[in-house]
């Protein structure tokens, strides 16, 4: 068993403002005390760029390429050699005059030493011209047989492949990986771009509601390092304003999408082993996009408990959720966790 201190960054990346971005992410590292270090730190999809993309030539400027570096590799590469750690983080990528949706992997070094392209794209990464990459992969991190999946990675194929398929928890699993890692730019489960009884100039102004009710809430970047802070029940959805608490409809969500690691009665075969998955998301707004935040550290412990024996959601025995961030504020996750 491994021992990593991993700290999960949620931030509100502003479109098009990557210095800003930048700086802001800095302060909150800076938050965290001295005395807990960082083995692994982990950002969301395009982290520092913004995402609601509306075409390929409004996204093209924010492009790196691999040989080129831009700020977002730049500051992963030198935030690495600072802290002294790995550093997984989202961000635009050119190659070979493609565009791809991808995370990079940066060791404490300041070295690149794995680059994912995402694999099943959702509508935005069509609309501002991604290209599929070439499917799930698995790295040593640390020693540590690790996956990276990017958000619309963790739904069924482009929604056309069946529900109970799990594309890439079933990767994840049949290439026995412990530790997953899923850098997300996932939306709230009530951003007004989803509801369908909303016409266009409804749903902007119901975003413009969203963000004036944000503007006027006090909000401190939250720094959760508490080891014994687990989450073992939720609250029904309760309203946007009340930031700190996490949207337990996208965090149940997530679990299932992993049910392959679950035991449940359900299932033929058990999960014997242990598997820990980091949901790294943003929050924030761009123009009707509500995102969901509630970045978490999950751990599916291989336990056959029979209390919640049938549950489908974090109240099941063999799943831990070691902490959760709110649905609406920036900050830090941070846990030593046994990978």
Not at 6 to 30: D, G, K, W
Not at 128 to 136: D, H, K, R
Not at 234 to 256: A, G, H, Q
Request: with cysteine.
């Amino acid at each position: 068993m491994t021992k990593l201190r991993i700290a999960l960054l949620q931030l509100n990346p502003i479109i098009h403002q990557i210095e800003e971005n930048i700086q802001r992410a800095n302060t909150i590292l800076s938050k965290l005390p001295t005395s807990k270090p960082i083995d692994l730190l982990i950002l969301p999809e395009f982290a520092f760029t913004g995402y609601n993309f509306p075409n390929p030539k409004a996204i093209s400027s924010h492009l790196e390429d691999l040989k080129n570096p831009g700020p977002s590799i730049t500051w992963a590469q030198s935030t690495s050699q600072r802290l002294n750690c790995f550093t997984v983080l989202g961000y635009p990528q050119i190659s070979n005059k493609k565009t791809f949706n991808s995370a990079i992997v940066i060791n404490p070094h300041g070295e690149i030493i794995h680059n994912y392209n995402k694999s099943f794209l959702y509508d935005t990464d069509e609309t501002f011209g991604a290209q599929e990459g070439e499917g799930f992969k698995t790295l040593e991190l640390n020693g540590i047989k690790t996956s990276i999946g990017i958000c619309m990675d963790l739904n069924p194929y482009k929604f056309k492949e069946p529900f109970q398929k799990f594309e890439f928890s079933n990767h994840c699993l049949d290439e026995e990986v412990k530790l997953i890692i899923c850098p997300m730019a996932w939306l709230h489960s009530t951003s007004p771009s989803i509801n369908d009884s909303l016409n266009q100039e409804e749903k902007l102004k119901e975003s413009k509601k969203i963000q004036d009710q944000i503007a006027n809430t006090k909000q401190q970047y939250e720094i959760n390092d508490d080891q014994n802070n687990q989450i073992t029940d939720y609250e029904e959805l309760k309203e946007f304003t009340e930031l700190k608490n996490p949207d337990f409809n996208n965090l149940n969500y997530w679990i299932l999408r992993f049910f392959p690691f679950m035991n449940h009665i359900m299932k033929s075969s058990w999960f014997q082993s242990k598997a820990t998955v980091l949901f790294c998301n943003r929050s924030g707004i761009e123009d009707d996009v509500l995102f969901g935040g509630t970045s978490s550290i999950v751990q599916f412990n291989g336990s056959k408990g029979l209390v919640g024996y049938n549950s489908i959601d974090l109240k099941n025995k063999s799943v831990d959720v070691l902490g959760s961030l709110g649905k609406g504020n920036e900050g830090l996750l941070y846990r030593e966790v046994d990978v």
